[in-house]
């Protein structure tokens, strides 16, 4: 069985242009996302999935450079170019994940990943994503390759939400079998942003990384980085007043 996590990531994002390869510490933000992940003992491989816009090409070489596999599709339609992805690359179990998350626990991927695989029998997809529970940008997302697939081949080419990838499989429990799994109390912070959206955003997480680098560790856990904001309350609020456009595809918290 191939258990493939995927990290859309392109270069043109409104807000903040350019984001997945701004620097931190010398080091391109999907360079860090993508050295957690591999952390993961779960996941067989990570693909970087990107789009076919020339503006785009720092991304490809970028892959190419360090030995990252890569796919290219719609800029547009995400629907289609994470679908047509793992058509591709025969995915049997897909896990996905944003380019604006470079933060992701592979602790935790590894537990929503293992959670999937156990109950195979009874859910089609397995996230901790449908409610906010977990600081927003500790996102894991985990379905049969099929699913998607067919999602790609039924909704209609001129749906607007083609641009987003999931939804199309979370919006038809009468079709998918469908499990979310809330964070645990130690993990409890909806309202603690660790995604990058914006300059805010990203302020926060050169802090947070260039803290845990200062004390040696290029390696930390979402435990570690809460305290560590616990500790700095005044990290928190560098962000936290932030609008997030991806609440309006969310249910309420839990």
């Not at 996302?33 to 003992?41: F, V």
């Not at 979310?180 to 947070?208: G, Q, S, W």
């Not at 040696?216 to 305290?227: M, N, R, T, V, Y």
């Not at 456009?245 to 309420?252: L, P, S």
Request: net charge negative.
């Amino acid at each position: 069985m191939k258990i493939i996590g995927s990290i859309q990531a392109r270069m043109s994002s409104t807000r903040l242009p350019g984001k997945v390869l701004k620097p931190i510490l010398g080091k391109p933000m999907l360079l860090w996302h993508i050295e957690r992940l591999r952390r993961s003992r779960l996941l067989d491989d990570i693909i970087v999935a990107t789009t076919e816009d020339s503006r785009d090409e720092p991304i490809v070489r970028f892959c190419e450079t360090h030995d990252i596999k890569y796919f290219r599709g719609s800029e547009e339609d995400v629907l289609d170019r994470i679908a047509s992805m793992i058509d591709t690359y025969r995915i049997d179990v897909h896990a996905e994940f944003f380019g604006d998350s470079p933060l992701t626990d592979p602790h935790i991927v590894d537990e929503t990943i293992g959670y999937f695989l156990k109950h195979r029998d009874q859910f089609d997809f397995v996230s901790n994503h449908q409610q906010t529970t977990y600081p927003p940008g500790q996102e894991v997302l985990v379905y049969w390759g099929r699913c998607l697939i067919e999602a790609n081949r039924s909704v209609a080419k001129a749906d607007p939400l083609r641009e987003h990838v999931s939804i199309h499989i979370t919006q038809h429990p009468d079709l998918y079998r469908l499990k979310n799994l809330p964070a645990p109390e130690r993990y409890h912070y909806p309202d603690i942003y660790l995604e990058v959206d914006t300059e805010k955003d990203f302020d926060l997480m050169t802090r947070i990384i260039t803290h845990f680098d200062s004390q040696g560790q290029p390696h930390f856990s979402l435990a570690q980085i809460l305290d560590h904001l616990h500790r700095h309350p005044e990290l928190v609020s560098i962000n936290n007043t932030e609008n997030r456009r991806w609440k309006a595809f969310r249910e309420d918290d839990v």
